[in-house]
């Protein structure tokens, strides 16, 4: 069983950051990749940006540029900044992490962090 727990969340004006933290923990998996994923009213959840063991990114193209994701393997900890926040970014950020256990491959969510960009 794999455990995520989010923090950094909360409201901020248009062109604010925020920095988003998601850490892993558990026993008996290893990690293939995290990424966050964002879902506002009425939308599905969709990828914001993910990062592999190995260091490659990927991100939705609203973001880059504006938002970047790091993470600390030895931590198994992600993290996501997130500058030049616009009102079309509020939404529910979810941790997301894919995991290896024996030779099996699960996927793992967090509760989810609520970002608000309002003036």
């Known amino acids: 069983q794999v455990q995520l727990v989010e923090s950094g969340g909360g409201l901020v004006q248009p062109g604010g950051s925020l920095r988003l933290s998601c850490a892993a923990s558990g026993s008996g998996f290893s990690i293939n990749a995290m990424g966050w994923y964002r879902q506002a009213p009425g939308n599905r959840r969709a990828l914001v940006a993910r990062?592999?063991?190995?260091?490659?990114?990927n991100y939705v193209g609203s973001v880059k540029g504006r938002f970047t994701i790091s993470r600390d393997n030895a931590k198994n900890t992600v993290y996501l900044q997130m500058n030049s926040l616009k009102p079309e970014d509020t939404a529910v950020y979810y941790c997301?992490?894919?995991?290896?256990?024996?030779?099996?491959?699960?996927?793992?969510w967090g509760q989810g962090t609520q970002v608000t960009v309002s003036s």
């Open positions: 997301n992490a894919e995991v290896t256990v024996s030779t099996y491959a699960f996927e793992y």
């Open positions: 990062i592999t063991t190995g260091g490659i990114t």
